[in-house]
């Protein structure tokens, strides 16, 4: 399953690169924990590289304020993995150093090579 993972991860990636390249925002897909990858202008947002981003153990408890995990996670669980509808929220993001940023996020379910994927556009909203 992890290697089939890394292929759809890569794949995807490679199909999205104009988009990541040149996106205003930054943008992130997700499979799981371990196969998630970042553009530039996302791992900046978050005061990190691509690399540490992608390495991050879990993606809420590195990056979302605790309050807004459990909003995170229902959105993840009941939009994207049923593969309902988009989803645009708001949230407060945690940088490498510790500070707090609000953002928002454009959480789109999508499916690969017969993976969910959640595919997000982050901006900083102050």
């Known amino acids: 399953m992890t290697d089939d993972h890394t292929q759809a991860l890569d794949e995807l990636a490679g199909?999205?690169?104009?988009?990541?390249?040149?996106?205003?925002?930054g943008v992130y897909i997700w499979i799981d924990e371990q196969h998630k990858t970042c553009?530039?202008?996302?791992a900046e947002?978050?005061?990190?590289t691509v690399e540490e981003w992608r390495a991050a153990p879990t993606f809420l408890e590195s990056?979302?304020?605790?309050?807004?995990?459990?909003?995170?996670?229902?959105?993840?669980?009941?939009?994207?993995v049923p593969l309902a509808y988009p989803a645009t929220f708001r949230f407060r993001g945690i940088r490498k150093d510790g500070?707090?940023?609000?953002a928002e996020t454009d959480m789109i379910p999508l499916t690969y090579r017969g993976?969910?994927?959640a595919y997000h556009f982050v901006r900083r909203t102050g």
């Open 15 to 25: 199909h999205l690169a104009p988009i990541f390249e040149s996106s205003p925002d």
């Open 39 to 42: 553009n530039e202008k996302l």
């Open 45 to 48: 947002m978050f005061g990190t």
């Open 63 to 80: 990056f979302v304020t605790e309050e807004d995990r459990g909003m995170f996670s229902y959105n993840y669980w009941n939009r994207i």
């Open 99 to 102: 500070t707090i940023f609000p």
């Open 115 to 117: 993976h969910t994927v």
